[in-house]
């Protein structure tokens, strides 16, 4: 099992440009999320799925929008980037709205 | 608004020592409480949840606490460890957040030798 896979694991983004990050999951989990971490800040949500087909807004969600393709696939999109939103994106499952998280690897993404 | 707390300077502790880290929160019931492990370039992993009628929860070297009176959490890693270095982040979820987990900023553990 790959567990959580996220693309691309780096991208440089001029401001107004659009992209979307991808996340998979192969743990046939129903509830995926997309974090941000930014230093001293934490991870703070910015959009989940508790099921395939259902998607809401987390703690920081404006500039952002999702995807939830099917059970395995969460994506987020950027539609235009803004320098604020250079991150580390992180994607997330778990198999129940409070077991443990499993995360992918990360997105580190910078808007110039 | 809700808040979580975690102490944002580095715990440095000898190898062998017990390291302790505390989790505050604010203006918040969560029916859950997890820690994770997060080393640098990675993402998180868990390590542990504690339910809120749960007062303590053990796995290997590692003890969590929950005082839902106090509003905090404490987390122990004991006989530490080189390899234990890393940040810790709690994580709450519950009350009208239902699905959704907050994370506190995480408290970096430095073990030396």
């Known amino acids: 099992n790959a567990g959580v896979t996220q693309t691309p694991k780096f991208q440089v983004l001029k401001t107004g440009q659009s992209m979307t990050l991808q996340c998979a999951q192969d743990m046939n989990h129903n509830s995926m999320y997309w974090y941000r971490q930014d230093p001293g800040m934490g991870l703070r949500l910015i959009y989940y799925?508790?099921?395939?087909?259902?998607?809401d807004k987390g703690e920081v969600p404006n500039g952002y929008n999702v995807s939830r393709l099917n059970k395995r696939e969460f994506s987020l999109r950027l539609e235009s980037a803004a320098p604020s939103q250079t991150s580390v994106y992180f994607c997330?499952?778990?198999?129940?709205?409070?077991?443990?998280?499993?995360f992918g690897p990360g997105t580190r993404l910078t808007v110039l | 608004s809700q808040k979580i707390e975690q102490n944002s300077e580095a715990l440095n502790i000898q190898e062998g020592k017990t390291a302790t880290l505390t989790c505050n929160y604010t203006n918040y019931s969560p029916a859950y409480l997890q820690w994770y492990r997060q080393d640098p370039g990675r993402g998180p992993v868990f390590l542990l949840l504690?339910?809120?009628?749960?007062k303590e929860k053990r796995k290997e070297r590692l003890k969590v606490t929950f005082d839902t009176t106090l509003k905090q959490s404490l987390f122990h890693i004991t006989a530490s460890q080189p390899a234990d270095s890393a940040t810790y982040l709690c994580?709450?979820?519950?009350?009208?957040?239902?699905?959704?987990?907050?994370f506190g900023a995480g408290t970096q553990v430095v073990v030396t030798p």
């Open positions: 504690i339910r809120e009628n749960e």
């Open positions: 799925s508790a099921s395939e087909g259902t998607t």
């Open positions: 994580a709450l979820e519950g009350g009208d957040s239902w699905g959704k987990f907050q």
């Open positions: 997330a499952s778990t198999s129940t709205s409070v077991g443990e998280q499993f």
